[in-house]
């Protein structure tokens, strides 16, 4: 019996000198990235629309395109100009969204670090995590109040910290908030003695991030304005044209219709190179 198990001690033994030396690949984790869908959402929300959802948004992109295409048909009876102002129009709905989800994002980015700096305050007071994020409804940023008082009125009706950061979360669909979140969340969970340091350490990193991104954006606004503008004085100019009749003639022919999609597609690419040569690199929500 001692024989039998001293051998299977030794085979057990030798099986793992041999598997070492086949060591196994690190499997990948595959990070969930956000579909168009997800980052339409955010925007919606960033842009403070809460009843706006994505189909009403689409819906609204068609029927602006369906109108602006027939008006500008009726007006010069080109087919092409008719497509184009058809699709300018269509697009003008979600550039609404995304233009204000710009400006809304750039005021928060101000006042993020305020919201830290409370959460600190608060929890070298000694509060508990909960009434520190609750009290930012009281007495945090304007822009912030509601998303935190509907925070506030979830806890107090369900007491269940983290399925109302998972609330919040989704409310600010915000990078930024999803990082604070998330560090609250293992505080909460592990417990542990920094973070008031890691705190501080955001809100220094925000302020630096924000004043950095003030200065570049100070900077290139001319030079984007200045492209948009010689992008757009083409088509300007044809709009112009289009109030006379004959000048429009020749936009008829095949010839004519080649030349605007040709100019069309040319102004779409120059736009998108332009826009990516000139975009400043934006916040990814990696934690949602």
């Known amino acids: 019996m001692t024989d039998g198990l001293v051998g299977l001690m030794l085979g057990l033994g030798l099986f793992c000198v041999w598997w070492s030396f086949w060591p ?23 842009a403070g629309m809460p009843s706006v ?19 500008a048909y009726l007006v010069t009876t080109v087919p092409p100009l008719g497509l184009a102002a058809a699709l300018a129009a269509a697009y003008l709905p979600l550039a609404v969204v995304r233009s204000r989800a710009r400006k809304r994002r750039h005021a928060l980015r101000e006042v993020w670090p305020d919201v830290v700096d409370h959460i600190s305050s608060a929890v070298r007071a000694g509060m508990a995590l909960p009434e520190s994020l609750a009290q930012l409804a009281v007495r945090g940023p304007d822009e912030l109040r509601p998303a935190f008082a509907d925070f506030a009125q979830d806890y107090r009706a369900s007491g269940r910290f983290h399925e109302c950061l998972d609330a919040l979360k989704v409310r600010l669909s915000d990078p930024v908030a999803d990082r604070l979140i998330e560090s609250l969340r293992i505080a909460r969970e592990v417990g542990g003695t920094d973070l ?11 302020r630096e991030d924000a004043r950095t991104r003030a200065e570049l954006e100070a900077r290139q606004s001319w030079t984007v304005n200045a492209a948009r503008l010689a992008l757009l004085a083409p088509w300007i100019v044809l709009g112009m044209l289009a109030t006379r009749g004959s000048s429009l003639d020749a936009y008829r022919e095949p010839a004519g219709v080649l030349i605007l999609m040709f100019g069309g597609a040319v102004s ?21």
């Not at 008031?196 to 955001?202: A, C, E, F, M, V």
């Open 24 to 46: 196994q690949t690190a499997q990948r984790v595959e990070r969930r990235q956000g579909t168009y869908a997800d980052r339409l959402r955010d925007d919606i929300v960033q």
């Open 196 to 206: 008031g340091r890691l705190l501080r350490t955001l809100s220094s990193f925000l």
């Open 53 to 71: 959802t994505v189909g009403r948004l689409l819906s609204a992109c068609t029927a602006t395109g369906f109108v602006g295409g027939t008006v």
């Open 268 to 288: 779409f690419v120059a736009y998108r190179i332009m826009r990516r040569i000139g975009r400043l690199p934006e916040e990814v929500r990696v934690l949602r």
